[in-house]
């Protein structure tokens, strides 16, 4: 199936550090969704975006749904140690008939 | 509430054999979807239920199947493993289908699957 683009796919930080990390597709995405695994864990939601150009933040993460609905990025303010895990972008199509299509994962690793 | 319960957490099988794994899903969410997770392909979209039908199904084999019962748990069953078939199978549940723009999924932990 399809996959989104998302880079980088590892990202090795300082704490304190901004973090920044983006998706793009050649379709066309009525939804743009980013979440978060830790280890042993299912992912967790952490923003939904919902209309081109929407700019939403969730404490220190910021995300943006593009303006050609293509492409999404995630941005994090003053990383702490628990920002560690793997982030996914996630898009939906109209209609939602194939289900979310996933990135293959940012995984942040932060240095104290 | 209670989350997106997920059984068994871990299970190890041989190729041939076949597997059931069980969802139970957040009090009041109807819809039910369930992905495969592997570090090759990443996650991938299995097959969406509502009200006890399937909605929406990924590019998966017959092999792979999947029901949902009158209370909305679900189950899904791979037959005749393969080893390919080893990865983390993650279930979700949402209060109505992902189709009405209701994507909110929240996650179980997953029922993780090795086939020897």
């Known amino acids: 199936g399809q996959q989104l683009n998302q880079s980088p796919q590892s990202m090795f930080i300082q704490e304190g550090e901004d973090v920044s990390m983006n998706c793009t597709s050649s379709?066309?995405?009525?939804?743009w969704l980013w979440y978060k695994q830790d280890p042993g864990e299912g992912p967790v939601l952490l923003i939904a975006?919902?209309?081109?150009?929407e700019l939403t933040s969730n404490g220190r993460l910021t995300a943006q749904f593009g303006i050609t609905r293509k492409d999404s990025f995630l941005n994090i303010s003053a990383s702490i140690p628990s920002d560690v895990g793997i982030y996914f972008c996630?898009?939906?199509?109209?209609?939602?008939?194939?289900?979310?299509?996933f990135g293959k994962g940012t995984h942040l690793i932060i240095q104290p | 509430k209670a989350g997106v319960t997920q059984t068994p957490r871990y299970l190890i099988k041989t190729r041939g054999q076949q597997v059931t794994l069980s969802c139970s899903p957040i009090?009041?969410?109807?819809?039910v979807s369930w992905y495969q997770q592997t570090p090759g392909q990443g996650l991938q979209f299995l097959f969406e239920?509502?009200?006890?039908?399937?909605?929406n199904k990924g590019n998966f084999p017959g092999r792979f199947s999947g029901r949902q019962f009158s209370n909305s748990r679900s189950e899904m069953n791979v037959s005749t493993l393969e080893l390919g078939d080893s990865a983390l199978y993650l279930c979700?549940?949402?209060?109505?289908?992902?189709?009405?723009?209701?994507?909110?999924?929240?996650f179980g932990a997953g029922s993780r699957l090795t086939v020897l």
């Open positions: 975006l919902y209309k081109a150009g």
């Open positions: 009090s009041g969410h109807r819809s």
């Open positions: 239920y509502f009200s006890e039908t399937q909605r």
């Open positions: 979700a549940s949402s209060l109505t289908t992902t189709a009405s723009g209701a994507n909110v999924l929240t």
């Open positions: 996630a898009g939906q199509r109209g209609g939602g008939a194939d289900g979310l299509t």
């Open positions: 379709s066309i995405f009525n939804t």
